[in-house]
């Protein structure tokens, strides 16, 4: 879970930006709680009052207090030195200034979704990155694999195999035990027998779908309904 928080004084950017953040995180399958403020006093309130967030979207230009000066308060006065900071403005003469402040990004306006996506990602991948990986062990050799490489997890009693495109790794653990320990939110269950990965699945069928290694997997009639269900929050990015 990356807890974000986007500062604009315009309606339609945070809302833009929103959509965006969502769609981003759903490809990558990562859950967000994101959260909008029209000015950054409010912002500044919050977490002084305990509110915490991973990763902060803040605009220079605001009518209350501007975004270098809540930045300054959030890292001198609150001493928070770990939320990473995008800094964006329709405007380029700030930038040398707030590097000062350890910012992660700049984004000038107009926000685009391939400048949130490049952002996220790179948050992802330098300042996120444990939980994307699966980890295991299987005859004293330990295993870590990008959830990104996995196609789906098979199991078959106490065995369960892992499949990515080029290979199948195998390991002993229960099938519910697995589940629990999975919070990326592309994997799903299908079937008592398998967990699958919506971003390989090639076709979706009435009792089945096809993954793109060519595995056809049964769907179970409980999950049907909630698989479809998951295909519509995917596509729309609300995962």
Known sequence: MIRIAVVDDINAICSTMEKYLSISAARVGVETDISVYYGAQRLCEDMYNGVEFDLLFMDIELGDMNGIEAV???????RNESMRIVFISGKTEYANELFEHDVMNFLKKPITFEKIDTVLNKY???YHNDSRFFSFEYKNTFHRLNYNDIVFFESDKRVIKVHTIDNTYSFYEKMDQ???QIHDT???RIHQSYIINMMYVKT???DSVVMKNGA???VSRPNREALAQRQIDMELGVM
Do not use: D
């Open 178 to 180: 697995l589940s629990e």
């Open 124 to 126: 992802l991948r330098v």
């Open 216 to 218: 056809v997997l049964s």
């Open 186 to 188: 592309r994997f799903f």
């Open 204 to 206: 979706f069928r009435s």
């Open 72 to 78: 300054r308060f959030i890292r001198e006065e609150l």
